[in-house]
């Protein structure tokens, strides 16, 4: 036997062997040369609903309670267009104020424009108080307007870091504040961030100022044009998140003297007491419960592609 001629068959065959199966193998791996995967179209929800309800200790507006220190309870609806670039809403709440309006009911709209984590928000707010009355004491003397609906315009911008810190700005302005025919700037910065050992757990705050300016003689027939004052608010609280549950309690405080809290306010109690003096505009902690849905979540003006 030729062993020589059978050790060169077999190396030929192996040889063979090898290469076939190189390809094979070589054909199972991406070329790298196709046609890139075809983008997936974003998804988008055209409309959705945002519905909120909030039981609190005490509404605080701004420094100021609006419930006489009482609680109150609110609720609203916004219509979101082209995933919340738009919106529409209506906002309600109980008040306890000097004008005794039934209600407070506040119509907004703006738009809400996203770049990566900065966010802005524009928009136009309306307060309305059905049902109000000038506060004229027993002798004769206005306290407020007949009419404190006014209208605000403002604009907000945030950016968020690593999806943890969230720093803002805001600015509002009124050109007839409460219906004084004093204009009301008020602007403010804020801070919230997401504490990291507990999912849901944030600690949030604000610092704002308030300037006001001067009310007209027009508006009550016994009272000279005032110079209201300027103040600052500020606030810090802790807040949890639990599916559609957020639990809030914050503390709240102004510079305003009470002196300037009754000129802001018309206290009641300071008309009736002759004090002259009103403690709606001191610290405050207020508890605040709230439950927040949209429609989309329950499958609703689902996003489409």
Same mark, same amino acid.
């Given at each position: 036997?030729?062993?020589?001629?059978?050790?060169?068959?077999?190396?030929?065959? =192996?040889?063979?062997?090898?290469?076939?199966?190189?390809?094979?193998?070589?054909?199972?791996?991406?070329?790298?040369?196709? =046609?890139?995967?075809?983008?997936?179209?974003?998804?988008?929800?055209?409309?959705?609903?945002?519905?909120?309800?909030?039981?609190?200790?005490?509404?605080?507006?701004?420094?100021?309670?609006?419930?006489?220190?009482?609680? !109150?309870?609110?609720?609203?609806?916004?219509?979101?267009?082209?995933? +919340?670039?738009?919106?529409?809403?209506?906002? *309600?709440?109980?008040?306890?104020?000097?004008?005794?309006?039934? =209600?407070?009911?506040?119509?907004?709209?703006?738009?809400?424009?996203?770049?990566?984590?900065?966010?802005?928000?524009?928009?136009?707010?309306?307060?309305?108080?059905?049902?109000?009355? *000038?506060?004229?004491?027993?002798?004769?003397?206005?306290?407020?307007?007949?009419?404190?609906?006014?209208?605000?315009?403002? #604009?907000?911008?945030?950016?968020?870091?690593?999806?943890?810190?969230?720093?803002?700005? +805001?600015?509002?302005? *009124?050109?007839?504040?409460?219906?004084?025919?004093?204009? #009301?700037?008020?602007?403010?910065?804020? *801070?919230?961030?997401? @504490?990291?050992?507990?999912?849901?757990?944030?600690?949030?705050?604000?610092?704002?100022?308030?300037?006001?300016?001067?009310?007209? @003689? !027009?508006?009550?027939?016994?009272?000279?044009?005032? +110079?209201?004052?300027?103040?600052?608010?500020?606030?810090?609280? @802790?807040?949890?998140?639990?599916?559609?549950?957020?639990?809030?309690?914050?503390?709240?405080?102004?510079?305003?003297?009470? !002196?300037?809290?009754?000129?802001?306010? !018309?206290?009641?109690?300071?008309?009736?007491?002759?004090? #002259?003096?009103?403690?709606?505009?001191?610290?405050?902690?207020?508890?605040? @419960?709230?439950?927040?849905?949209?429609?989309?979540?329950?499958?609703?003006?689902?996003?489409?592609?």
């Amino acid at each position: 036997m030729d062993f020589g001629y059978l050790h060169s068959s077999m190396t030929g065959l =192996a040889f063979s062997l090898a290469i076939c199966a190189g390809s094979t193998q070589a054909s199972d791996l991406p070329s790298g040369k196709g =046609a890139p995967p075809a983008p997936v179209p974003p998804s988008i929800t055209w409309f959705d609903v945002a519905i909120s309800v909030k039981a609190m200790t005490d509404y605080n507006f701004r420094g100021i309670s609006q419930t006489d220190r009482k609680p !109150a309870v609110q609720g609203g609806a916004e219509l979101q267009i082209y995933d +919340n670039l738009f919106y529409l809403g209506i906002y *309600a709440s109980n008040v306890d104020l000097a004008t005794r309006p039934d =209600a407070e009911i506040d119509f907004y709209g703006g738009i809400r424009p996203k770049f990566g984590n900065l966010a802005f928000d524009f928009g136009v707010w309306q307060y309305y108080y059905p049902g109000e009355r *000038a506060f004229i004491d027993t002798a004769g003397l206005h306290w407020t307007p007949k009419n404190t609906d006014f209208t605000e315009v403002y #604009g907000k911008v945030s950016y968020t870091f690593a999806e943890s810190l969230t720093v803002g700005a +805001n600015l509002f302005h *009124a050109w007839d504040w409460l219906g004084t025919g004093a204009s #009301g700037t008020y602007g403010s910065i804020t *801070a919230k961030y997401a @504490l990291p050992f507990l999912e849901g757990l944030t600690v949030s705050g604000e610092l704002g100022r308030y300037w006001l300016g001067t009310t007209n @003689l !027009a508006i009550w027939s016994t009272v000279p044009p005032t +110079n209201l004052p300027d103040y600052t608010y500020w606030n810090a609280g @802790l807040s949890y998140t639990w599916r559609n549950l957020t639990a809030d309690v914050r503390y709240h405080d102004t510079d305003l003297s009470k !002196a300037d809290c009754f000129l802001l306010t !018309a206290d009641p109690r300071g008309v009736n007491t002759g004090s #002259g003096r009103s403690k709606w505009c001191g610290a405050t902690v207020v508890g605040t @419960l709230s439950f927040d849905i949209t429609a989309s979540s329950l499958g609703i003006f689902a996003p489409v592609k």
